[in-house]
C-alpha cells in the first residue's frame, strides 16, 4: 500500500517514470489537472483496451503568463492512445470543468462520444461553434440515474446540487470494481428549481460497495454546512421589495443559470422588464431557454439599446462583472465607459458573487466607483446575495460516510484542500494508507488489492494564445515578463558591409525604460548613441556582424544596469550598406 497524505521518497520514485505501461487487470486512473490546482479539472480512466474521459477544463492563466488567454492540459497520452477512447463525461458545464473541450476534441480528431445533461451539452456546444470543432462530437444526452456503457466501463449519472443546472456525479463501474466521482456538489435541502440531490440513490451505492471514492475539496476549509440558494432568493426578494421606483442592476456568474432564473421569477413577480448585458450572460440564458432549463416571456426582455424608455421602477438589467473585469458591462457602468447605463442615485446595483481570490481589489474598486456615483450597492460582505456552490465539511463527511469507500482520493483543489480532505476522512476511520493525494500526471494503479502511485504521464499546462495553442513555452512568457517589468530597447546601426564601420546612426528607439521629462539635463538616448559609438570605434567589436550585434546589446545593458538597474530587452538591429 502507498502512503500519499505524507509523500515518500519512495512514491517520488514512483512519479519518475514518463511512460506507462498498464498490465491487463488493474484499472489505471491519469490525473491531468484539477489536482494540486484549481481549475483545469481532467481525468483519465482506463482498463484494458477502454480509456473513459472524465471532464476536460480549462484555467485562466496567472499573473507569471501575460499575454495567455487560458490554460488548458496537455493531453498527449490521449492522442497516443486515441483508439481507446469510448467517451468524455461530463459533471457540468463550468468553464474549468468543459473549457478545454474545443481544443481536446481537435486534437483528439474523428468524432467523440460526450455524455452529459442537455444544459452540459449545450453550453459545450455554444463553445464548438465558437471554434468550428462541433463536427468533431457525438452528444449523447443524459439525465439523473441515467446509465450508458463505454467498453469495458458502465457510468451511471447522479444529480447533485452545484451552482450550475444539470450537474451530476458518476458512478463508474469498472471490472475491478465501483468508483465513485462526486463532480462538484453541496448538499442543498431547498435548492432553486428543487431538484434534490439524489442521495437516496447515493445511499444505495454505497451499500452496494465503492472500491475508491473521488470527492472534490474546495471548501474541505470551511466547518458547518454549505448555506441553502434559497436563502439568495429571500435576500433578492427583499432587494426587489426596498428597491420600489428603483432601477435594479444584478451582476453574478453567467453560468450560475438557476439563480439568473430565480431573478427572472422575481422580476416577473414584480412585474419589471429584463435587460441583459454581456454576450456571455445572453449566451446562458438563450441555451438555458433553448434546453428547457429556464422559461422567459418574450414580452419580459427589452433590448438594453432601449431600456432608455423604460421606467426606472420597471426595470431590472441583468450584468456580467461580477468579478471587476476589465471588459465587463458592469466595470464600464462603474466607469462611466457605458453609453447605454448611466448609474445614478436611483439605482440599486446587486453584486451577487463573492470575489475570487485574486480579484479583490478590482471588485472592490468597482464597488467604490458605484457608491461616488450615488448608487446603492448591495453584495456578499452585507447581505446573502451569494452562496458558494460548493460543498462544506459536514457535507463531505455525510457524502463520505454514504459511499463508505474503501480506498479515497481527494480531488477539485490546491494542495492544501487535499491534504484537509485526507485529514477529514482519517477522522472518519478511513486507513492512511488507503489515501492517495495525487499529483498532476499521475499513474494511480487500482484493485481490490492494489492502490498505489506506479508512475506519471506526460502532463503539465498547454496554454492558449490567441489561435496559438501550445506554441507559447516558458522563453516567451520570460520574454513577455522582462518587457512589462522593464522595456524593450531598439538600438538600429547601419555598418559598412566590409569594414563594419558606423556608416548610419545609431538610432534609438525604447518603450517602457525611462521616462525623460522636459527640462532634464541628462538624455538617457543621447548618451547610448555615445556609447554605442564609442564601443564600436573598437576594432575588436568590428570583426563580423554577430560581434558587432553583441557588442551593441553588451554596452546598452551594462548602462542600464548602472544608471537604473534594470534589465530592459535589447534588441540590436545592424543593418549591412
Known sequence: MVTSTTPTQEIQAQRNPLRYEQPRGKLKIMFLGGVGEIGKNMTVFEYGDSIVILDAGMSFPGNDMPGVDVVIPDISYLVEHREKIKGILLTHGHEDHIGAMPFVVKKLGGKVDVYGTRLTLGLVENKLLEHSAQDNVNFVPVSDKSIVSLGDFTAEFIHVSHSVAGSCAICLRTPVGTVFHTGDFKVDYTPLGNEIMNLNRIAEIGKQGVLLLMSESTNVEKPGYTMSESVVRDTMNKVFQDAKGRRIIVAT??????????????????????????????????????????????????????????????????????QGEPMSALTRMADGEFNKVTIGANDTIVISANPIPGNERDVYTVINKLYRLGAVVVYSALSAVHVSGHACQEELKLLYTLIKPKYFIPVHGEYRHLKQHAMLVEKLGQKRSNIIIPEIGDVVEVDKNTFKVVGQIASGNIMVDGLGVGDVGNIVLKDRLSLAEDGILVCVVGVDKKTYDIVSGPEVVSRGCFFQADGDNVNPTEEIKTLVREELANDANRQSMSTVKSAVQRVVRKYFRNKFKRNPVVLPVVLEV
Do not use: W
Not at 454576450?279 to 446562458?284: A, L
Open 253 to 322: 456568474f453567467a453560468s450560475n443559470v438557476d439563480r439568473l432564473g430565480m431573478i427572472i421569477e422575481l422580476a416577473r413577480l414584480y412585474k419589471r422588464k429584463i435587460a441583459i448585458s454581456g454576450r456571455s450572460m445572453v449566451k446562458y440564458i438563450e441555451t438555458a431557454c433553448r434546453v428547457g432549463q429556464m422559461s422567459v416571456d418574450n414580452d419580459m426582455i427589452v433590448d438594453i439599446d432601449k431600456i432608455g424608455n423604460i421606467e426606472d421602477g420597471k426595470l431590472v438589467i441583468l450584468s456580467t462583472g461580477s
